[in-house]
T-cell receptor, first 114, second 113 residues
Framework: GENVEQHPSTLSVQEGDSAVIKCTYS??????FPWYKQELGKRPQLIID?????GEKKDQRIAVTLNKTAKHFSLHITETQPEDSAVYFC?????????????FGRGTSLIVHP | NAGVTQTPKFQVLKTGQSMTLQCAQD?????MSWYRQDPGMGLRLIHY???????DQGEVPNGYNVSRSTTEDFPLRLLSAAPSQTSVYFC????????????FGSGTQLSVL
């Protein structure tokens, strides 16, 4: 099965700085890579995703890059704001028995200091 | 997200008690899953179902049972709760196509004393 490693586990930045979270995956068959943001006490919410036929995707201050050869993908947040403080999860999704099962990284706690 | 309803939101059990976490959806998703979330462990798949009458084990199935008698309902049963099952549980429809996005129910916070 798929194995997803996520680093760092904690990331502390000053407001306005950039933040980068990196994930690696093991199964070359994985073809979809979503990122989730989870605020305290709430459910994880999808913030951006990328498919394996795309190298980069941007949505305002958030971008995701994918390197299929190296099997890693990254989340980039520019001009961080205190409201970006949350736990971020990456996932890799592969097809298994007719369904698409995502495997999640262990999460990165991002702290943005005002 | 409003199409997946989880109940209860909070639950406290004593070791050895049994209970069922409910997951109901009205979006006609064939594929459904249960995840548990623990600090530092991310989200781990417990069980999933690809249709009524069909279920399969995920990464951490021990101590849990599921059934799928209808497409709408996918309950998760704890037969004899243990403190190690203290966690937050999320029900989520699984994608039926490569680009389908995964979203989570509102979650159930379970404490086993």
């Amino acid at each position: 099965g798929e194995n997803v490693e996520q680093h760092p586990s904690t990331l502390s930045v000053q407001e306005g700085d950039s933040a980068v979270i990196k994930c690696t995956y093991s199964d070359s068959a994985s073809n979809y890579f979503p990122w989730y943001k989870q605020e305290l006490g709430k459910r994880p919410q999808l913030i951006i995703d990328i498919r394996s036929n795309v190298g980069e995707k941007k949505d305002q201050r958030i971008a995701v890059t994918l390197n299929k050869t190296a099997k890693h993908f990254s989340l980039h947040i520019t001009e961080t704001q205190p409201e970006d403080s949350a736990v971020y999860f990456c996932a890799a999704r592969e097809r298994s028995g007719g369904s698409y099962i995502p495997t999640f990284g262990r999460g990165t706690s991002l702290i943005v200091h005002p | 997200n409003a199409g997946v309803t989880q109940t209860p939101k909070f639950q406290v059990l004593k070791t050895g008690q049994s209970m069922t976490l409910q997951c109901a959806q009205d979006m006609n998703h064939e594929y459904m899953s249960w995840y548990r979330q623990d600090p530092g462990m991310g989200l781990r798949l417990i069980h999933y179902s690809v249709g009524a009458g069909i279920t399969d084990q995920g990464e951490v199935p021990n101590g849990y049972n599921v059934s799928r008698s209808t497409t709408e309902d996918f309950p998760l049963r704890l037969l004899s709760a243990a403190p190690s099952q203290t966690s937050v549980y999320f029900c989520a429809p699984l994608g039926e196509s490569a680009g389908e996005k995964l979203f989570f129910g509102s979650g159930t916070q379970l404490s086993v004393l």
